[in-house]
């Protein structure tokens, strides 16, 4: 088990109230899992289930990437940027 | 050849003449700048008014993003002398200067000008930065299009 921090910015920050959570990460938790996760804490994320992005480490993942321990965890909505 | 990188994510206003100064090289012979402004009127589809934006980053993520793009640019045109990418975050006013691309090369005909304009379609597509906008109606994120593949 891994105390994870999420990182969340824009729609998300506003979504679920918060810049970061804390979240239990079971060892081999990817990143669908994770989503999964998150929209269960946070209802009000299922209407963002399909746009929003995940970065793990600061790089874009894919869904069925594995969270690493003490990985930096962000998610966002597609960027706006310019 | 000299190459010059400048990277800023910044909460301070944007100097075109301090980036261009930064990327200009014994050898530059032309500078495409890009920059981007809040508008305040948008009559692309329904006219709406804007009077403000705020950005806000992931920096850690944005910066690492910024310095793939000039790798990028680097790639496809090899000769882009100086890269310099800065992006404003905060509360900006319509008319104020959000973001600035700008690449130097000897000559014109270089490639630079594709270069500028490659540039600021990846900051729009893979740079970690939002935005809000705020109008007579209220405020509103901003939302791209732009999904990303893993790793890109």
Partial sequence: MNRGRILLFATLRDYTGSRSLEMEIPAGTTVAVLTEMLIKAHPRLEKVRTSMMTAINREYARDEQVIPENAEIAFFPPVSGG | ?152
């Avoid at chain 2, 850690?60 to 000039?70: L, N, T």
């Fill in chain 2, 1 to 152: 050849m000299d190459s010059p990188t400048y990277l800023a994510l910044t909460q301070d206003a944007i100097s075109p003449d301090d980036l261009i100064a930064r990327i200009t090289t014994p050898g530059t012979g032309a500078v495409v700048l890009f920059t981007g402004i809040v508008r305040g009127i948008t009559t692309h589809g329904e006219t709406r008014q804007t009077s403000h934006l705020d950005y806000e980053a992931y920096s850690p993520m944005a910066e690492e993003k910024m310095k793939q793009i000039c790798v990028e640019i680097r790639e496809r045109w090899s000769a882009v002398e100086g890269i310099a990418i800065a992006q404003r975050i905060g509360q900006l006013d319509a008319g104020t200067i959000t973001t600035v691309i700008a690449c130097s090369a000897g000559h014109r005909d270089s490639g630079v000008f594709e270069a500028a304009r490659y540039g600021i379609d990846r900051l729009k597509e893979i740079v970690p930065i939002w935005k809000k906008e705020t109008g007579p109606d209220g405020a509103s994120w901003v939302e791209g299009h732009y999904h990303p593949a893993a790793g890109e």
